[in-house]
């Protein structure tokens, strides 16, 4: 991670008043916008500070620089991805879905969805114009998410395939990249409808070899 950040502990907002909570806030909506319109490369501090309205003293008294200010806008992305994962699989369940893979892809047709609607943000961390280590952060992110659909299957008693896991999540994170490039609003839903349907045909490879059924 740059100027040694890491991914755990960047852009986490410290207890503060009410109105540094709104500074922080409106700093981090300001940021969007300028990486949005420049990109993150040629976007600059003063940009960020005068489209909030705020000091170069104050973004410095709750972010290192831009590229915390990146990494803490990513991280409410995740959170926000996370809540919405989460509120899928538990739907999923409360319906009587018990099928851990099911359950999977509800999750992941939730992340592509929060990607539709806030395609605008998402796009900022996949089109290559980032911090550097900023690809770091989206591996381990994809470990995550894989980390939890392990607990999911063995939460269900059913045996973890590792190389679908890693197939489903390779997918995914391409899937997201290609998503919230397109501009047109239904073709994006159509190519997350479409990676749905691919991802529910997929199956763990049958065991062979010694030990196998048959």
Partial sequence: ???????????????????????????????????????FAKAGVNEVVTEAGASVGSLYHHFSGKADLFYALYEEFQQRQQDRTRRAAVEARDAGETDPTRLMNAAARAYLEGCIAERETAWLFFRGDSPPGFESALRARLREWTDRNVALFRRAAQPVDDALLMVVSGAMLVAVGEVVARDDLADARRLADGVIAVLARLEAPAVTGPGAAG
């Fill in 1 to 39: 991670m740059t100027m040694g950040l890491t991914v755990e502990n960047v852009g986490r907002p410290a207890r503060s008043s009410p109105r540094g909570a709104a500074t922080r806030s409106a700093l981090l909506r300001a940021a969007a916008q300028v990486f949005r319109t420049v990109g």
